[in-house]
């Protein structure tokens, strides 16, 4: 069974003349331990964070979105094929197949004497039948003569039409610019504004249809704000995209579509959503703190367990960048290692307190971190000029 350590609570206090912002704090556990931090102080709260905390930082699950990939099957553009003989309305053609024809499709002769014009497709007998609406104007039209076979309304075949809607927006393979849906026509077709040039029937190359809401379902919009940024690489985002509006507790509006569609697979589903709000600012001069709890999931009372805690945060006077580490030693009923030490980093970015038994380092100044092991009460750690803990 696992076995509670001490709480150990940690005070971050200002001693610099301006606000300093907590970005983030993480912690490196040993495999047999786990901690448990309470950020109820914190701006964003709350009592039982088991993982690393930033509110810079959250990972969302995609579901759904307005962001679909279809493969080509065909389209409306005119075909043409080669007159070879007819029988009353029953059409044989030359050198040519009846692939990508369809019923309603009418024909223009594009030479001769323009012996099929006006005709319509009524159905397709094989792959170089074609049953017309009616026998040519002559009895015995130019052999060889080409026959162009068009449709009035730009149709576009794909594999499934599932999820699209009139209005939305279609790209890539063959569309240099958006190309938009006019109405749905059935489980496979579209009636469309634009068809598309040159189109690829290879899998791998899809058209991206979009909506103009941009709406992304998630399995939660929890701690998502507007102005959030979806992180670059995560899911089809490249960092450019940012919450426009929380609509529910599943749906965020988005400012522009992904540059592909995200995938649904798990784990690759995954989008991280960032802020640059601060997880706390502290004023100058003041003060917080927070409660680490660790678990011991070995259930071995009499071991030490390392634990790295590191404090991210930003001086909002100067813009600098303050990092502070603290080793932590977590056991269970053992009495406290020797304190910590104090190893600058020589970048003027702050420095690590602690440090395994035996490293050489300087004796921590007064202000800093007392020993941190499962069985101290507390360890204060000061946010200065120098760095986190300084």
Request: charged share 10%.
């Amino acid at each position: 069974m696992a076995t509670l350590a001490t709480p150990i609570t940690f005070t971050l206090e200002n001693k610099t003349v301006d606000q300093i912002s907590i970005k983030n704090i993480t912690y490196v556990d040993n495999a047999n331990i786990t901690h448990h931090s309470d950020y109820s102080n914190f701006d964003f709260g709350g009592t039982d964070n088991t993982g690393n905390t930033s509110s810079e930082q959250f990972v969302k699950r995609y579901v759904t979105g307005d962001y679909l990939q279809r493969s080509y099957v065909s389209d409306t553009r005119p075909i043409t094929v080669y007159y070879s003989t007819h029988t009353g309305n029953t059409l044989t053609i030359k050198d040519s197949t009846t692939a990508g024809l369809y019923a309603g499709w009418t024909a223009d002769t594009l030479g001769g004497d323009n012996a099929f014009d006006g005709l319509t497709i009524v159905s397709i007998g094989g792959p170089t039948t074609i049953l017309l609406s009616g026998p040519p104007s002559v009895a015995i039209p130019n052999q060889g003569e080409s026959i162009k076979f068009s449709f009035a309304t730009n149709k576009l075949v794909i594999n499934s039409t599932t999820g699209i809607s009139a209005g939305w927006e279609i790209r890539d393979n063959g569309y240099s610019t958006p190309g938009n849906v006019i109405s749905v026509e059935d489980s496979q077709t579209l009636v469309v504004d634009t068809l598309p040039t040159n189109p690829s029937t290879n899998p791998a190359n899809k058209f991206l249809f979009t909506a103009a809401t941009n709406y992304l379902t998630l399995n939660n919009t929890n701690n998502i704000e507007a102005g959030f940024t979806a992180l670059s690489s995560d899911n089809a985002y490249d960092n450019s995209q940012y919450v426009l509006l929380v609509v529910d507790s599943t749906t965020v509006q988005m400012s522009n579509q992904p540059n592909s569609a995200p995938s649904i697979n798990s784990p690759a589903n995954q989008i991280t959503f960032t802020s640059t709000r601060p997880i706390v600012t502290i004023d100058a001069g003041q003060s917080t703190s927070f409660v680490v709890n660790y678990t011991n999931n070995n259930s071995t009372p009499a071991v030490n367990y390392p634990s790295l805690l590191t404090i991210n945060a930003k001086n909002l006077g100067n813009n600098s960048n303050i990092v502070g580490n603290v080793n932590n030693y977590v056991s269970i009923n053992l009495p406290p290692p020797p304190p910590p030490t104090y190893i600058p980093t020589g970048n003027g970015n702050g420095g690590q307190r602690g440090g395994a038994p035996g490293v050489p380092g300087t004796p921590s100044p007064a202000v800093g971190c007392p020993s941190a092991s499962a069985s101290s009460a507390s360890a204060s750690c000061s946010a200065s000029g120098v760095g986190v803990g300084d």
